[in-house]
């Protein structure tokens, strides 16, 4: 069974920038898509951007696309959500997620392991 611990949430203005983290604690991270979701309070939990097994392909949400970067150090087992000119609307708890799915998902439902989210909250 997958681990995964995010970091590096917090508090920015709007227009700044942060970076998330999620670490895994399984060997065989590569193996694994990896994604991230967000949900804000009363709403649905929403895909952001996910990354392929090597990282060679990466997908976003057409909210965030442009400013989220998505990224992977296989070495580390380590996922990265690299967030630049953030937006009230950003705010929100954002997951990491595990998948082994064949095809790079973006429904919830497709992926195994799930982290425990972070918090971002971002001022106007």
């Known amino acids: 069974q997958v681990q995964l611990v995010e970091s590096g949430g917090g508090l920015v203005q709007a227009g700044g920038s942060l970076r998330l983290s999620c670490a895994a604690s399984?060997?065989?991270?590569?193996?694994?898509?990896m994604g991230w979701f967000r949900q804000a309070p009363g709403k649905e939990r929403e895909f952001v951007a996910a990354?392929?097994?090597?990282?060679?392909?990466?997908y976003y949400a057409d909210s965030v696309k442009g400013r989220f970067t998505i990224s992977r150090d296989n070495p580390k087992n380590t996922v990265y959500l690299q967030m630049n000119s953030l937006k009230p609307e950003d705010a929100a708890v954002y997951y990491c997620?595990?998948?082994?799915?064949?095809?790079?998902?973006?429904?919830?439902?497709?992926?195994?392991?799930w982290g425990q989210g972070a918090q971002l909250t971002v001022s106007s």
């Open positions: 990354i392929t097994r090597k990282g060679g392909n990466t």
């Open positions: 997620a595990a998948s082994t799915a064949v095809v790079v998902p973006t429904r919830p439902y497709d992926y195994d392991y």
């Open positions: 399984e060997r065989t991270f590569s193996s694994y898509v």
